[in-house]
Each structure stands twice: as C-alpha cells, then as structure tokens.
C-alpha cells in the first residue's frame, strides 16, 4: 500500500454543561475569526493525544476526550487536509489563554452560535453537532495489547465489535 502526504489536525469540542468553549484567533490567515481550540499533528503523535497537547497550550486546559465529534476531508492544492474533532469533558472550566495565539475565549451556549464570527462554516456545524448530541462515538485505546499506540473510535452500538478487530 502507498502512502500519501496529508495536512492533519485537530480540534477539542469542549463542553461543560450545555456550553462549548470558543476562541478567537490572535495570529495568522485566521486572526480574528472565532472558532475551536485546535491545531496540527506532530510526527509520531496520534491525532487524539494532539487535541489534548493543543487544548493544554492554547487555553491551559486538561482534559478527557470522550469521542469523536466529526471528521472532514478535503483536497486542496492537491494536498489531503484531515481535520478530526474529539468531544473533550475538561478537568477545570478556568482558561489561561496564550495570547500569543488566541485574542479572547467565551463559553457559548447552542443559541449564541449563530451571532459568532466563524473561522469556516464547517467549524460551525462541528460546535453545533457537540452541543446537540455529545460525542457520537466511543474511543477505545488498544495500545496495550498491540504494543504501539492505537485507537480505534466507534458508535456506541458497534464497541462488542472491537474485540475483533484485526487490522
């Protein structure tokens, strides 16, 4: 099998309550424009470790990631561009932002997403679809038994179908 150079990233839909946590860009094609905490995958990381990584330095929270959220693809400049949101339940609701990436943050309810300047519409159906139903799957960490680090996200209904998994 090829492999194919890809753009990957990621963001953190964290929810306390019925809010999600918002920021707003202080630097970049972005500055300005508000949407979730989120950033790049680095060699050898696993997408899920990186949403956590980028939540701790952009608004200094920690947290568990309870699922996946949504995922979207794209080719653009004939480059593959992954984006993969995590549902994130924080540890703390305090944020401690780094100005030097993020201008300002709120917590938002379901009814304010609308009024929010949004870095893309997909960012916005991403915020949307965390607030109204969670995490849609369930993320099982097989690290252990595979001997490399290895999840696997699946619908709830679908997990007695992880035992197995084969790949």
């Known amino acids: 099998m090829r492999s194919v150079n890809c753009d990957l990233g990621v963001a953190a839909c964290t929810v306390s309550g019925n809010q999600i946590l918002l920021v707003q860009e202080a630097a970049g094609p972005h500055a300005g424009l ?3 905490p989120k950033g790049f995958v680095e060699p050898g990381e696993l ?3 990186a949403t956590l990584r980028e939540l701790k330095e952009e608004c200094g929270i920690e947290g568990k990631i309870s699922g996946l959220v949504g995922l979207r693809e794209t080719v653009k400049h004939e480059t593959i561009r992954i984006f993969l ?3 994130v339940e924080p540890k703390s609701t305090h944020v401690r932002v780094d100005p030097r990436e993020i201008e300002d943050y709120g917590w ?3 009814a304010q997403l609308d009024s929010v300047n949004w870095i893309s519409p997909t960012m916005h159906s991403i915020a949307t679809s965390a607030l109204s139903c969670g995490a849609p799957t369930v993320s099982l960490d097989l690290s252990e038994s595979r001997g490399n ?3 696997i996200h699946l619908m ?4 007695n179908l992880a035992l197995g998994v084969s790949e």
């Open 34 to 36: 508000w949407g979730l």
């Open 47 to 49: 997408p899920f470790d």
């Open 85 to 87: 949101a995590y549902s």
């Open 108 to 110: 938002f309810d379901a």
């Open 149 to 151: 680090p290895y999840r």
């Open 156 to 159: 709830p209904d679908h997990i």
